[in-house]
Protein backbone atom coordinates (compact mmCIF):
# COMPACT_ATOMS: atom_id res chain seq x y z
CA UNK A 1 0.00 0.00 0.00
CA UNK A 2 1.40 3.33 -1.02
CA UNK A 3 1.91 6.20 1.70
CA UNK A 4 -0.91 8.38 1.88
CA UNK A 5 -0.51 12.35 -0.73
CA UNK A 6 -0.31 14.89 1.41
CA UNK A 7 -2.07 17.79 0.16
CA UNK A 8 -0.40 21.19 -0.30
CA UNK A 9 -1.58 23.59 2.67
CA UNK A 10 -2.99 26.81 0.96
CA UNK A 11 -1.35 29.77 2.47
CA UNK A 12 -3.40 32.34 3.89
CA UNK A 13 -4.44 35.55 1.93
CA UNK A 14 -2.01 38.56 2.81
CA UNK A 15 -3.76 41.26 3.36
CA UNK A 16 -2.03 44.51 2.35
CA UNK A 17 -3.12 48.10 3.00
CA UNK A 18 -0.90 51.68 2.54
CA UNK A 19 -0.97 53.47 6.07
CA UNK A 20 0.25 57.21 4.70
CA UNK A 21 0.00 58.54 7.99
CA UNK A 22 2.75 56.12 9.50
CA UNK A 23 4.74 55.96 5.46
CA UNK A 24 4.27 52.30 4.97
CA UNK A 25 2.67 49.60 4.17
CA UNK A 26 1.28 46.60 6.51
CA UNK A 27 0.29 43.42 5.49
CA UNK A 28 -1.36 40.74 7.92
CA UNK A 29 -2.36 36.80 7.04
CA UNK A 30 -5.80 35.99 6.85
CA UNK A 31 -8.36 37.07 9.66
CA UNK A 32 -5.51 37.14 12.23
CA UNK A 33 -5.29 40.90 12.91
CA UNK A 34 -1.51 40.98 14.27
CA UNK A 35 0.89 42.90 12.04
CA UNK A 36 2.95 39.99 10.46
CA UNK A 37 5.53 42.59 8.32
CA UNK A 38 5.57 46.23 6.80
CA UNK A 39 7.47 47.87 4.57
CA UNK A 40 8.51 51.91 5.10
CA UNK A 41 8.30 54.32 2.29
CA UNK A 42 9.26 58.04 1.49
CA UNK A 43 6.85 59.72 -0.84
CA UNK A 44 8.49 62.59 -3.18
CA UNK A 45 6.91 64.60 -5.65
CA UNK A 46 8.10 62.26 -7.95
CA UNK A 47 8.50 58.86 -6.77
CA UNK A 48 8.51 56.50 -3.57
CA UNK A 49 11.56 55.37 -1.73
CA UNK A 50 11.48 51.90 -0.18
CA UNK A 51 13.49 52.27 2.89
CA UNK A 52 12.90 48.86 5.48
CA UNK A 53 11.07 46.01 5.07
CA UNK A 54 10.37 43.99 8.46
CA UNK A 55 8.55 40.62 9.25
CA UNK A 56 7.57 39.90 12.54
CA UNK A 57 8.59 37.57 15.04
CA UNK A 58 6.24 34.53 14.28
CA UNK A 59 5.69 35.05 10.91
CA UNK A 60 9.27 34.43 8.81
CA UNK A 61 10.04 31.85 6.99
CA UNK A 62 6.52 32.08 5.06
CA UNK A 63 7.19 33.88 2.52
CA UNK A 64 5.25 37.02 4.09
CA UNK A 65 8.06 39.75 3.31
CA UNK A 66 8.38 38.81 -0.65
CA UNK A 67 4.74 38.56 -1.27
CA UNK A 68 4.03 42.42 0.70
CA UNK A 69 6.96 43.15 -1.95
CA UNK A 70 5.17 42.12 -4.58
CA UNK A 71 1.70 43.19 -3.65
CA UNK A 72 3.33 47.18 -2.96
CA UNK A 73 5.05 47.09 -6.38
CA UNK A 74 1.52 45.94 -7.98
CA UNK A 75 -0.01 48.80 -5.80
CA UNK A 76 2.46 51.49 -7.22
CA UNK A 77 2.22 50.55 -10.91
CA UNK A 78 -1.43 50.91 -10.76
CA UNK A 79 -1.05 54.15 -9.00
CA UNK A 80 1.37 55.10 -11.75
CA UNK A 81 4.52 55.70 -8.71
CA UNK A 82 7.87 54.91 -9.62
CA UNK A 83 9.88 53.14 -6.93
CA UNK A 84 13.39 53.70 -5.87
CA UNK A 85 14.30 50.39 -3.56
CA UNK A 86 16.70 51.06 -1.06
CA UNK A 87 15.89 48.43 1.15
CA UNK A 88 18.40 45.17 0.87
CA UNK A 89 15.88 42.58 1.26
CA UNK A 90 13.47 44.89 -1.35
CA UNK A 91 16.59 45.31 -3.87
CA UNK A 92 17.35 41.69 -3.34
CA UNK A 93 13.58 40.49 -4.18
CA UNK A 94 13.93 42.98 -7.36
CA UNK A 95 17.19 41.40 -8.57
CA UNK A 96 15.41 38.03 -8.87
CA UNK A 97 12.23 39.29 -10.07
CA UNK A 98 13.26 41.22 -13.27
CA UNK A 99 10.14 41.30 -14.75
CA UNK A 100 8.70 43.90 -12.20
CA UNK A 101 11.57 46.36 -13.31
CA UNK A 102 9.25 48.16 -15.33
CA UNK A 103 7.98 49.90 -12.14
CA UNK A 104 11.40 51.28 -11.50
CA UNK A 105 12.02 55.12 -11.75
CA UNK A 106 15.59 53.89 -12.49
CA UNK A 107 17.31 50.92 -13.26
CA UNK A 108 18.69 48.78 -10.06
CA UNK A 109 22.42 49.49 -11.08
CA UNK A 110 22.36 52.91 -11.56
CA UNK A 111 23.56 55.95 -9.27
CA UNK A 112 20.83 57.01 -6.60
CA UNK A 113 18.88 59.94 -7.83
CA UNK A 114 18.81 63.38 -6.11
CA UNK A 115 15.66 64.26 -3.90
CA UNK A 116 13.84 66.46 -5.03
CA UNK A 117 14.61 70.00 -3.57
CA UNK A 118 18.35 68.97 -2.60
CA UNK A 119 21.57 69.72 -4.21
Do not use: N
Amino acid sequence: MSEPQQMPTKRPPLHVRDVPDESRYEARLGDDPTLAALIDYRLSERWIVLTHTEVREGFEGQGVGSRLVRAVLEDLRERGIPVVPRCPFAVGWLQRHPEQHDVLFRPLEAPEPDEPGTA
